[in-house]
């Protein structure tokens, strides 16, 4: 009896070092053991639960009938059904807290007990699921809210799941299963093999990349293709393995697409201007194939002759001959010629693969001309009906209604330029026919009309440069004045007070440097030059250029707080474009009003208004143009930025303001945007990155004496056909410690180049006799690699250093110089700054 009673101590020493509860039934459901967790879980002491039936202390009453009757079943037959499974019911405790427990029993082999059941609180484990659940929720609310899709890959099931929006990005219906084959079969052609590249690296263990990636999709059931930016992260376990892989999808085709199209639309205003009917029709067709991808492309004629249609479409890439031929209108289609007659674009499967009537008289037939799909956009002219020709020889695609919106509007702008050319070259011919009629009546009168014109001329410029004049001039006053009077005190002998008119011919010649560069930026022949620039004090220099501008109806206001941050930007290119919107915003105040102009600092973060496009998230320089002119509607805002876009009468303005200073802000890595209402004026915005160092802060007038010279043995040539100009640099550099060599033009440069002569720096004018200067450059890096090269301008049309003019190691200064800035470009350069 005492070894029985010790087994049955040891048991319950036992069952109470165990965490979960741990309850000892009969047939019965009695109670006949209860461990110390049974009693923290449930409230009951051992001695309060044992001899109680169980479905009366922990059973809710809800579930008390089918617990007895578990028990009854088992009495009966020997069989239950929870035997040896887990499972998750409610349970009660002393207080009548309900809560979910999860409970496993077995059968005891013999004994007095029939049951043990194994009790564990699931409270919290409950309650995380619901927050989860509550997350997850509320995450798929907001990414939806957000237009944002999500996918979720598990690798040891290889099951895929989109959201619905993730879906729609590939084509796909709500309720379409997709799988990862729908990935991999859904990407682009041209963007699978790097898109795959990166979402192999993000699972790869070793490696472990974040994806992050942008490639474009064809949609499975719309054929539609879509850009996407994807980006996620591989999960891995305790071994280092990949079992899943989750992340965000953000369809992006309305950013992409309204870039390319602007980039669309310059190129094709550069192809189309001054082409002729044929030129620009072909240049319009074979850059609109590119921009849509398809297989080629057309132009041609249709024109109606009684009851048949004449065809010609001619092929821009030449690859199969011109298709001619004639039919009879029934044949082609009544209400397909209607349309294309009243201007409306028409889509045609296989219109040309296959014969369309036994009466078709084909001089050339297309059976060689493999299409899908056809998108002929018309315009009609003087009875002839013109159109573009876009044929799809690849795997059907269904053309957007966008597509083909911007397809007529490619096709309305060709033909506006052919009409204007067409015009233009009839004006000429009946000009040159009267002419030659009336040549010996009208040579007196041509005379008098060729002076009026040159007056009017002269006038006109005598308006423009007048005041340009008049500055220029009392800046050269300032010049020789000061030069004369050193000059007098000189043959005097009085040379105490020189420095001050030193100091005033070096500020009037720095002026005039600046209205020379100034003038040269407004009329495009200034090297883009970008540099970290301070705009408050660059906008106060051109007030009263901008009140002479504005005129005295105008009232100009400027609001340029002292914290402001530099940025990095061609000056000269900033100036020009606030004089612009300047003029813009005048034009728009014709009773006169009030002109603000405006710069701040502007912190963009990613939460951006829905519908809205901005600046990417960064720090910006705001500069903004205010007027309380007429204002602009919403239509008018959309396509302000619009090459050739104007609302100005005819004559009276390009439609190319707007676009370059947009074009401008944008290769600045910035943004412009607009704000307006009809009646309420305009605020046109240049965001303009802040730049993090410091912005330039020239001194003219600082003496040689603290410049930086040269270091033991440096060498520099110097090529340069001005023979002042030239002996100017070689003085100062021989002054500060250099060996100097002088070349008066490039094949002789070239000829010291090729020497074995040591030479650590070239100075040379770009626009030289024989060679120019970037010739010599590239010429002698054959021989010299890294040859550092400083290129002196006065303006270069081509010298731009934004698109690419200068290789690492090269520098460019503007003419006029001072020779500080000369030596500080030289030091800068041999000590690779």
Known sequence: MADQDSIAQ?????????????????????????????????????????????????????????HHGGMRRYQETGKARVLNR?????????????????????????????????????????????????????????????????????????????????KAMFGFSPEAACTLDDFYGGLHPEDREATSKAFAAALDPGLRAVYDVQYRTVGKEDAVVRWVAAKGKGLFDAEGRCVRAVGTAIDITASK?????????????????????????????????????????????????EDVFDYSICWTDGSVPPLLGRFPAQAFGRKIVAKLSAGETVVVDDLFSDPISDEVETLDTASSVDTRAILVVPFLREGRLRTIVYLNDRPVRRWSAEEIGFMEEVAERTRQVIERGEAEAALLTLTATLEARVE????????????????????????????????????????????????????????????????????????????????????????????????????????????????ETVDLVLSLPEDVWPTRCDPNQLENAVLNLAINARDAMPDGGKLTIK??????????????????????????????????????????????????PTGQGTGLGLSMIYGFARQSQGFAEIESEPGRGATFTLYLPRDEGQADDHDPTVALVQLKGAHDGETVLVVEDE????????????????RALEADDGPTGLEILQSTQPIDLLITDIG????????????????????????????AETAAVASGFLDPGMAMITKPFAMDALAARIRELIEGR
């Open 723 to 738: 023979p002042v100009v030239r002996a100017l640099i070689v003085e100062v550099l021989s002054e500060l410690g250099y």
């Open 440 to 551: 010996a009546r009208t040579r007196e009168l041509r005379s008098t009309e060729e002076a009026l014109r040159q007056s009017q001329k002269m006038e006109a410029i005598g308006q423009l440069t007048g005041g340009i004049a008049h500055d220029f001039n009392n800046l050269l006053q300032g010049i020789t004045g000061s030069l004369d009077l050193m000059q007098r005190r000189l043959q005097e002998g009085r040379v105490a007070d020189l420095d001050r008119y030193l100091v005033g011919a070096m500020a009037s010649a720095s002026r005039a440097s600046a209205l020379t560069h100034r003038l040269l930026a407004f009329s495009r022949r200034q090297p883009l030059d970008p540099r970290s620039v301070q705009a408050n004090p660059l906008i106060a220099s051109m007030e009263e250029l901008l009140r002479r501008t504005l005129g």
């Open 10 to 66: 040891a048991a319950l020493t036992v069952m109470d070092a165990m965490l979960d509860a741990v309850v000892a039934i009969d047939p019965h459901g009695v109670i006949l053991a209860w461990n110390a967790a049974a009693t923290q879980i449930f409230g009951w002491t051992r001695d309060e639960a044992v001899g109680r039936a169980m479905g009366e202390l922990i059973i809710p009453p809800q579930h008390r009938d089918a």
């Open 86 to 166: 887990r499972i998750e019911i409610s349970a009660l405790d002393k207080a009548g807290r309900e809560f979910p427990i999860e409970l496993s029993i077995i059968a005891t082999p013999g004994g007095p007990a029939a049951f043990i059941g194994f009790l564990r609180d699931i409270s919290d484990r409950r309650r995380a699921q619901e927050r989860l659940a509550l997350s997850e929720e509320s995450l798929r609310l907001t990414t939806q809210a957000a237009e944002i899709g999500i996918w979720d890959l598990d690798l040891v099931t290889d099951i895929l799941t989109w959201s619905d929006r993730t």
């Open 768 to 795: 030289l006799p024989g060679l120019n200067g970037r010739q010599i450059a590239d010429a002698a890096r054959l021989q010299r690699p890294g040859l550092k090269t400083l290129f002196m301008t006065g303006y």
């Open 599 to 648: 710069t701040g600092n502007i912190a963009v973060d990613d939460a951006e208004p829905a519908g809205k496009r901005g600046p990417p998230p960064g720090q910006y320089v705001g500069i903004s143009v205010s007027d309380t002119g007429v204002g602009m509607d919403a239509d008018t805002i959309a396509r302000a930025f619009e090459p050739f876009f104007t609302t100005k």
């Open 257 to 305: 697409l309204a870039d390319a199209r602007h980039a669309f639309m310059l190129e094709l205003s550069d192809l189309l201007r001054g082409a002729e009917t044929d030129v620009a029709l072909q240049a319009a067709s074979a850059l609109m194939g590119r921009h849509f991808g398809v297989s080629r492309v057309g132009y041609g004629l249709l024109d109606p002759v």
